[in-house]
């Protein structure tokens, strides 16, 4: 059997003959009895790594009697057994089913008509079967997910930066209006949901009107948490310039930002075409901290180790006496190109571990059992090893590092919108698209989201007016449907939305910016939705929104007059 691709990294720790006193031995084979050689061996109690031998045998010395060892084998299912040292341990690991089918594709909106087709022929459908939401009756409900990740923007933007159109199903509103959302409002003590809405005339027809919906969660609690310094290490190499990589990692950190305390701090130490640092930001200035994730751009060669000597030297520097002070390395392969950096970087890792320095080794682009490095030097630094392969398991990852009690509030989370028929003709929700098939298949549920600390998103809904009338107080109405943590019970938050009115100049600036959001998203989408829209009125309204007096605003104007470049010029 021809096994490739293992990663060579770590050797045995040499020891005294005065100070061995057990021997931990054995044999690691897989099920067809074939011996396996450099298998990694990880010593549970001392995070010690060590390998097979030519015909599989090991050969371990201890200072204990018995203790646990992970077996860990590029293609194999990691295992993990106690072995006492009057044992011979024979090991059998097991291979990797190869990959299943792709996971069932969630529906992201439930509308009330589901069942029939109120669509004119291919109306609000793209080439790839993916159906904007249309105009409902004011009657008709819709309900959606509780918890739309931010992926989709940065796709977009590597799509442009490639001089390239962006494929339609690459464009979901709803994520790209996640991904500019700070917007975060308390609720009430005994509440654990706030809702808020503004109702503003729409700039791409006058005649309609858009509600924001925003929905914010409670925070966690944190009582009597000490302070953080968190050193992220991230590797920004070329190799990270994958939508599953560095814009997994720049989504997935904006949720533990807004959880940050003014007490916390934060440092980046980034490392690929050459290495930055940015160092000491207190948790108080959030805005500060988005612009160093913003920044991060994947190009060029490092080896990791020089960035996380240097992570570890602005940690002594910085550290927070009686509070966690964490290394957090973030990269897609090896750290050390040689074994002698591989063993002086794990003698660096496990003496700061014992100087309270913890080092949490994340991976992306990878599965757990494809990389010995990581979990080792993670376990030599006393911190955690995880794989990030989703926006939403990277965010509850990224809390995890924080505080582990900020990982869930709330379960199975779906809201519903209705609006009153005496003001309203019809209505849609804008973005939450999903494929011509699964809404013609009646037996498919919205499976509800899990819903972090601070978690925070807005809906747009794109309103016809029937009549304007002030004595008519509310306009809509929202029901949050949600469980506690570990609970089955359903339990609700309702919000009546008030008729209030008021022109788009009149609007504060985070709401103008979600309008322009959505527009630019119908534009690349190619929406029959956006009107009489063009993309010189595309660049024009995103200069007049986006001031640009700041990173995130020069870059996004920036992606929009290359959007109109590349679009305008698509023949």
Request: aromatic letters at 8%.
């Amino acid at each position: 059997m021809k096994l490739t691709g293992l990663i060579l990294l770590l050797s045995i720790t040499a020891y005294s003959p005065l100070s061995a006193q057990y021997y931990f031995t054995g044999e690691v084979k897989d099920l067809h009895g074939d011996k396996l050689q450099r298998v990694a061996i990880i010593v549970r109690s001392t995070g010690e790594v060590f390998m097979t031998g030519r015909y599989g045998d090991f050969e371990i010395v201890s200072k204990s009697a018995d203790d646990s060892l992970t077996f860990a084998y590029n293609g194999y299912e990691r295992y993990t057994t106690a072995i006492k040292s009057t044992d011979y341990l024979q090991v059998t690991l097991k291979m990797l089913t190869p990959p299943s089918a792709p996971h069932k594709t969630r529906i992201t909106s439930l509308p009330a008509w589901r069942g029939c087709d109120p669509y004119p022929e291919h109306a609000g459908e793209n080439s790839f079967g993916l159906v904007e939401n249309p105009f409902l009756e004011g009657p008709a409900t819709v309900t959606f997910i509780g918890n739309p990740n931010g992926i989709s923007f940065n796709n977009i933007r590597r799509f442009l930066d490639m001089g390239t159109r962006v494929p339609h199903e690459a464009v979901k509103i709803e994520e790209m209006l996640g991904y500019f959302n700070f917007f975060y409002e308390e609720p009430d003590p005994a509440e654990l949901f706030h809702c808020s809405s503004d109702l503003v005339s729409c700039p791409w027809n006058r005649n309609h009107r858009l509600l924001y919906l925003h929905v914010s969660a409670k925070r966690g609690q944190t009582p009597e948490t000490p302070p953080n310094h968190l050193i992220f290490t991230i590797d920004a190499s070329g190799s990270m310039d994958m939508p599953n990589k560095l814009p997994l990692v720049k989504a997935g950190m904006r949720l533990l930002v807004r959880n940050l305390r003014d007490i916390d701090t934060v440092s980046f130490v980034q490392y690929g075409a050459n290495v930055s640092v940015l160092a000491g930001i207190p948790g108080s200035k959030k805005g500060d901290i988005i612009k160093a994730i913003e920044q991060l751009h994947a190009d060029g060669e490092s080896p990791g180790d020089a960035a996380l000597k240097l992570a570890y030297r602005i940690a002594q520097k910085q550290y927070i006496r009686n509070g966690v002070n964490r290394v957090i390395l973030i990269t897609d392969g090896d750290v050390c190109n040689d074994k002698n950096a591989a063993d002086e970087l794990e003698e660096l890792v496990a003496q700061e571990s014992e100087n309270g320095i913890s080092l949490s080794c994340l991976g992306v682009g990878m599965k757990d059992s494809e990389n010995v490095e990581l979990p080792a030097l993670a376990a030599r630094g006393k911190g955690n090893f995880a794989c990030i392969e989703d926006e939403q398991e990277g965010e509850r990852i990224f809390l995890k590092e924080l505080n582990e009690n900020l990982l869930n509030v709330a379960d199975s989370v779906s809201i519903t919108a209705g609006f009153d028929s005496t003001l309203v003709d019809s209505y849609r929700l804008i973005g939450y698209d999903n494929k011509r098939n699964l809404l013609e298949d009646t037996a498919l549920r919205i499976e509800g989201s899990k819903i972090s600390s601070a978690h925070s998103m807005t809906a747009l809904f794109e309103l016809v007016p029937r009549k304007d009338s002030i004595e008519i107080e509310k306009i809509g109405k929202v029901k949050i449907s949600y469980c506690l943590p570990g609970k089955k019970a359903k339990r609700w938050y309702e919000f009546n939305c008030p008729n209030s009115p008021i022109s788009f100049d009149r609007a504060d600036l985070h709401l103008k910016k979600a309008a322009c959001i959505a527009l630019f998203g119908m534009m690349l989408k190619e929406s029959a939705y956006a009107g009489q829209s063009n993309w010189q009125d595309m660049e024009r309204l995103t200069k007049k929104v986006f001031a640009g007096n700041n990173y995130i605003d020069k870059e996004y104007i920036n992606l929009v007059v290359r959007a109109r470049d590349i679009y305008e010029h698509k023949k």
